[in-house]
């Protein structure tokens, strides 16, 4: 198992994880599968993403095979910089049940405390109790619930709002 912070060669293994995750967990996710596979240049898009000063993407590899991801995302505006928002956190199903979330998300909080942030914040469908049972596990908590945050078809999901203050 290597845990690690994906480069711009991890963009193609990063897009075919991301559509599996779309495909398979489309609750968890705002971006629709459709919407992906429609897009010009999703790999080249990831790749760029890869090398900003503010993106860290994560990838765990078992046998050289990306199986998970979780991205964290400085916020940009001067005044929000001690702030980022966890993104797009996916486990494949067939790695599930090793601690590869935890792992993940420990690598970005460890890396947000080596860059002062002082907040991660997250957002998370309501339903999904094994991702908000992860995430308190590691000292998120709840401070606010979204009422219909998600709207698939005629399908609302409430989504919670999560922060980890690491100060």
């Known amino acids: 198992m290597e845990i690690r912070r994906l480069k711009s060669e991890d963009a193609s293994a990063y897009w075919t994880l991301r559509l599996e995750a779309l495909k398979t967990s489309p609750d968890a996710f705002i971006t ?3 919407d992906a ?3 010009e240049n999703p790999v080249s898009e990831a790749a760029d993403r890869m090398t900003s000063d503010n993106n860290f993407t994560y990838g765990a590899f078992i046998d050289s095979g990306l ?3 979780v991205t964290m995302l400085r916020q ?3 005044k929000f910089s001690h702030k980022a928002d966890i993104l797009a956190m996916y486990v494949s199903p067939r790695s599930r049940g090793k601690n590869i979330g935890k792992w993940l ?3 970005a909080i460890e890396d947000a405390r080596q860059i002062d942030i002082e907040q991660l914040l997250l957002g998370v469908v309501s339903t999904n109790e094994p991702a908000v049972r992860l995430y308190q596990s590691l000292g998120f908590t709840v401070f606010g ?3 219909n945050a998600i709207k698939d078809g005629n399908i609302y999901f409430d989504e919670y709002m999560m922060v980890l203050f690491l100060t």
Do not use: C
């Open 37 to 39: 596979v429609a897009r």
């Open 32 to 34: 629709t599968y459709e």
């Open 105 to 107: 998300l420990q690598q």
């Open 67 to 69: 199986v998970g991801t």
């Open 145 to 147: 619930t979204e009422k």
């Open 76 to 78: 940009s505006h001067k």
